[in-house]
């Protein structure tokens, strides 16, 4: 409670006032999922927000002290639940570089094409649960009904709908098919109808504009001084994406753009998403269209064991960098192996995002930050 | 909507596996600490996967810290965490990015197992904050100077740290119901 308070008066006499402390969460719908808020308010103003998180703490960095490398594998799928394939090839690309191993082309290709899937199947959740946090019922209903469709495909080359466990230490567990390149190719082809029937339904919605514009505004220098990353940074201004600036895999031969907008607001993340979903479908195009003959998984010995030293990987996940820092001492297992999750970097600028705004607001601000709590707890 | 102009100058491409940009990285370093305190005698080397690595004494960290960011353009901080060497003590580690150059640096520094005190950065880089709440909470470091230094993914009055490798669970076993008999 450092902030003064004006006094209040009624009738010429001064009335008592105090802050008075609001828990939002853990079971807020619109925290998704066990993010306990506990916020200051002067009225119906947020003075202070104080984040209690860790109430899906899984011990994801102590377990993996205790298995080889390819048993890690399953378990970053857990950290952020909706961004499995690109937090797999987080660890799998630490891993590589560690040994040096040289991944076949058209696994590199398919991993693109994961990674990209991936990333629109992540920002089509956001967008229907953003929409549902604002009181928009209907959006929520189309991208759960296109996201269904990114599924589907995802289940069909590694059987499972969530926690894929698809990419393996030299290229990827199954090769994708020729049936299934035509089916990406005529969702891709649906996309961009969709990606508009999106924007008839929300982005034009003066009711959003309303509720977003000027709202949890950050500045480029405060999105880096938190260290901020992916569509959060993005959106204040500064065009740092790993796949340009770090370039892995063969994103250096695909063209796209990086989606940037200036206002660092709630509608700016809005609109950096969209876009950025725009941006994959191309590349997830391109990728089909380059991808070459070959073998999806290339040699990599049976045990693996990484030379004793420091690793550190990154890559751009649908949240922003993920990275994978693993010291090793020569053993079949990690030493110690450290997440970087994006939303546990996110969330430290919810305070500064919310400090004077609506009781109302938080709830667009904590959509727009678009955090995952596995990935914040680990 | 106009097109958004990038406040920062958009990066090219930096590979800094290329040998050349890091001993180029590493100079810039030794010359800055050289001006700073000759007495500091920094020498950056090649990480194994390709980072230079700076091993920075305890007493020292702050005065580099700043050194990196206000004078060479550390402005990024990725990730503080801490590893626990059992009897070579601590080891906690700074990953660093220069946004505009893409320069990429570790920072490392080593505390006695018996005395786990480790001056924050979060003056330097406010997003050290949750990170150095993190490596106390798990592996017990202290940082001194952190402005709310509380456990952050275990509860509240939870004993031991538990990433540490002597980690024991002090809580009691937990009673085994018999199994329901249908």
Redesign the interface.
Known sequence: MDTQIEPRTAGGEEIHTEEIMVNMGPQHPSTHGVLRAVLTLDGERITGVDCDIGYLHRCFEKVSEKLTYPQIIPYTDRADYLGGMTNELAFVLTVEQALGIEVPRRAQFIRVIMSELQRIHSHLIWFGTFGLDLGATTPFLYSFRDREVISDFFEEVSGARMMYNYMRVGGVRNDITAAWVEKVREFLRRFPAYLQEYDDLLTGNPILKARTRGIGRIDAATAIAYGASGPVLRASGVAYDLRKNDPYLVYDELSFEVATATEGDVLARYRVRLKEMRESARLVQQALEGLPEGDFLGKAPRIIKLPPGHYYGHVEGPRGEVGCYIVSDGDRRPYRLHWRAPSFVHLQLLPIMAKGHFMGDMVAIIGSIDIVMGEVDR | ?SR?????P??P??R?QDAEALARAARRIEEAAARLDPKLELQPQV???G?L?LSVRRESLLEVARMLRDRLGY?????L?G??WEDKGFQV?L?VQN?SS?ERL?VTVNIPRDDPRCPSVTSI???A??HEREAWD?LGIRFEGHPDLR?????EGWIGH??RKDYQDTRPPRERLPRPVR
């Open positions: 909507m958004p102009v990038s406040l920062v958009f990066v491409a930096t800094m990480r194994t996967d980072w690595e402005d990024y901080l990725l990730l965490t590893v626990d580690v990953h946004l893409g570790v880089w406010p997003t904050n949750w798990l456990r952050i993914l275990m509860k538990p990433l």
